[in-house]
């Protein structure tokens, strides 16, 4: 009979904790790891595919391919300027570009541990810097496709480099 009783008083406690569990892992401080980045010329969202490694600018349409969050960082000396690994929410790979021309490809790849420096940016002042401190995030003359060029080219509209970034 104790036992019966028992039972009937922990199964609603172990379910009840259950609950606040899972209501804590939902709460806005778990959520406010991820951001999503807006373009300021065109309004579209920064978007990692989540079956291959292409970038583009597309909707803001909140799919798994808008978020992002902060991986791995290095501080640069002397600057003192954060860089980090921006990583895909629904790959977990790193946006990535080689730096090696006035117009770069970005793309999504494995995060390298050794902290490659064409996978380290830096979001301060609403933009998407890279490490070499040469060359930001831009979207395309179309708004489609993004790449990684010095900041202000000739022709090309400011707002195309700036980025707005809100947590999720």
Same mark, same amino acid.
């Not at 959520?31 to 309004?43: L, M, S």
């Not at 989540?50 to 349409?61: E, K, Q, Y």
């Not at 960082?73 to 921006?86: D, F, M, N, V």
């Given at each position: 009979?104790?036992?019966?009783?028992?039972?009937?008083?922990?199964?609603?406690?172990?379910?009840?904790?259950?609950?606040?569990?899972?209501?804590?892992?939902?709460?806005?401080?778990?959520?406010?790891?991820?951001?999503?980045?807006?373009?300021?010329?065109?309004?579209?969202?920064? &978007?990692? *595919?989540?079956?291959?490694?292409?970038?583009? !600018?597309?909707?803001? #349409?909140?799919?798994?391919? =808008?978020? %992002?969050?902060?991986?791995?960082?290095?501080?640069?000396?002397?600057?003192?300027?954060?860089?980090?690994?921006?990583?895909?929410?629904?790959?977990?790979?790193?946006?990535?570009?080689?730096?090696?021309?006035?117009?770069?490809?970005?793309?999504?790849?494995?995060?390298?541990?050794?902290?490659?420096?064409?996978?380290?940016?830096?979001?301060?002042?609403?933009?998407?810097? &890279?490490? *070499?401190?040469?060359?930001?995030?831009?979207? !395309?003359?179309?708004? #489609?496709?993004?790449?990684? =060029?010095? %900041?202000?080219?000739?022709?090309?509209?400011?707002?195309?480099?700036?980025?707005?970034?809100?947590?999720?």
């Amino acid at each position: 009979m104790k036992s019966r009783k028992t039972l009937r008083l922990t199964l609603p406690m172990m379910f009840a904790a259950l609950m606040l569990t899972v209501a804590g892992s939902m709460s806005s401080a778990f959520a406010a790891t991820d951001w999503v980045y807006k373009n300021a010329y065109e309004g579209n969202c920064l &978007t990692g *595919s989540t079956a291959t490694s292409n970038v583009w !600018s597309g909707p803001c #349409d909140e799919s798994i391919g =808008t978020y %992002w969050f902060w991986g791995s960082s290095y501080t640069a000396y002397p600057s003192g300027i954060t860089y980090r690994q921006l990583r895909s929410s629904g790959t977990g790979k790193c946006l990535t570009t080689d730096d090696k021309s006035a117009t770069n490809a970005v793309w999504l790849s494995t995060c390298d541990s050794g902290l490659n420096p064409g996978q380290l940016w830096n979001g301060d002042y609403n933009e998407l810097s &890279t490490y *070499s401190g040469e060359n930001d995030l831009r979207t !395309s003359a179309n708004g #489609d496709a993004v790449y990684s =060029t010095p %900041w202000g080219q000739s022709g090309i509209e400011v707002g195309r480099w700036t980025w707005y970034g809100t947590h999720y």
